[in-house]
């Protein structure tokens, strides 16, 4: 008998993430105007109110209100009826400097020998189901909010869409773990009021089945679509209404969407969480770094599904603990204990090299607060920073010479480590 496994995803509007959101602007904009900045920021967002803290060491200088309002319109919190809008929405700051023991913990004057931000443990996770190596259940879920999101900005359709939205999949597998079909479907979309509950269900549920499914099933692989039997279950706004949504409908704060940011409860987590921390916080950093190496391994055939995990004591450069978990798919003739050796031969996992490797020390943070931190797109593009970066080049923009810099985003989803696996492991 197989089983089903569930994941879910929620949307840029929804409290959590704007108060992610924010976090990551604020983190942006210090790391803009100083990239060795250290943050560390805390969002908390209500009816009508954003509340910053948090700590930061840092050259430069920040306007958080304007940050945050930013953030707040850009989402689509743009009409006073949501009791949250970008315009009249109450900001408070609480962030002060950051504490002189974790910083002399941190900085070293050999930036080589930069020890981690704090202890832990962090996890990676790649498995072949998807084109970009990420759960079927997870990654659907994302798709979904996105694809909904995206209807609400452009605005032609499903007119009545608010931010707010949250998705659900599960997925039915056979007893040998092997995605069979898709079993269930949810999606909660806040919308504004309409004359009649009645209707309103009806024409939602709907508009999800006939322009909002279309939509996810074109930009999904062939062999994924073909899982959508003409049986699985959908359920939309399964209470009926949900006009009242958002900071307004529920308090939201940073780091509580730690299973949506990763992998939708596949594989494991080390419960850091990601949003306003900057890379010198492994919590962040090192996610990022086992994530990339997990999904090389695995698009390298080293195995079908992967988890890895690394262990950090804090002012520390080296892991304190390393290893691999194939969970029996491994297509090498080693253990798992093996291949966790080899690894740690191709990949320097101290902090310097990771922040070096990936360029962590750019305003890259933004786009990874929504959707997912994995399985995005990993692209290039040219941000406006300070004269502290290294890089940093002028332009006349208007009149005004100011600094740009191109950086890489989401730099950890790159397969650019697959022909040195491949030739490590003889494949």
């Known amino acids: 008998m197989g089983f089903y496994f569930t994941s879910e995803s929620v949307s840029e509007g929804h409290p959590d993430k704007v108060a992610d959101q924010i976090s990551d602007s604020l983190l942006d904009e210090f790391l803009r105007q ?8 805390e969002t908390m967002v209500t009816t009508g109110l954003v509340v910053m803290a948090g700590e930061v060491t840092t050259e430069g200088w920040v306007d958080q209100q304007e940050a945050a309002r930013k953030v707040v319109e850009q989402i689509g919190y743009i009409k006073p009826e949501y009791r949250f809008d970008f315009n009249s929405c109450g900001i408070v700051s609480a962030i002060h400097g950051q504490s002189p023991d974790i910083h002399q913990g941190v900085v070293r004057q050999n930036e080589e020998e930069q020890g981690a931000g704090d202890q832990g443990m962090m996890f990676g996770f790649a498995s072949n189901e998807m084109d970009n190596y990420m759960p079927m259940s997870v990654e659907l879920a994302h798709i979904l909010v996105q694809e909904l999101a995206a209807i609400r900005k452009e605005g032609k359709v499903m007119t009545y869409l608010r931010p707010d939205a949250k998705s659900q999949v599960t997925v039915e597998y056979d007893d040998n773990k092997v ?94 969480a990601f949003s306003g921390k900057d890379p010198s916080k492994v919590d962040r950093s090192a996610a990022y770094a086992m994530r990339h190496i997990a999904k090389n391994l695995v698009a390298a055939g080293v195995a079908d599904k992967i988890l890895v995990q690394v262990a950090y004591a804090i002012g520390i450069a080296k892991p304190v603990g390393f290893n691999v978990d194939t969970y029996g798919t491994a297509k090498v003739k080693l253990t798992d204990g093996q291949i966790g ?73 790159q397969l650019n480590r697959v022909d040195d696996i491949r030739k490590r492991f003889g494949l």
Not at 34 to 39: C, F, G, Q, R, Y
Not at 221 to 231: C, G
Not at 360 to 386: M, Q, W
């Open 179 to 272: 995605v069979q079909r898709i079993e269930a479907i949810v999606i909660s979309t806040q919308h504004d009021d309409f004359s009649s509950e009645d209707e309103m269900h009806k024409v939602i549920t709907s508009d999800v089945r006939n322009i909002l499914l279309p939509r996810v099933l074109e930009a999904i692989p062939a062999r994924v679509r073909d899982l959508f039997k003409n049986d699985f279950k959908l359920f939309v706004n399964p209470t009926g209404k949900f006009v009242i949504g958002g900071p307004h409908g529920d308090s939201g704060l940073t780091g509580r969407k730690i299973i949506v940011d990763t992998y939708g409860g596949h594989g494991a987590h080390g419960g850091g």
């Open 341 to 413: 050796e080899a690894v740690q031969e191709l990949f320097d996992m101290r902090p310097f090299a990771i922040v070096r490797d990936y360029g962590l020390c750019n305003p890259i943070y933004v786009p990874t607060a929504a959707y997912g931190h994995f399985g995005r797109d990993s692209y290039e593009k040219e941000v406006e920073v300070s004269s502290r970066h290294k890089g940093a080049y002028i332009k006349n923009v208007n009149g005004d010479d100011k600094y740009f810099k191109n950086v890489r985003f989401f730099a950890w989803e």
């Open 34 to 41: 100083d990239p060795k900045s250290k943050v560390a920021c």
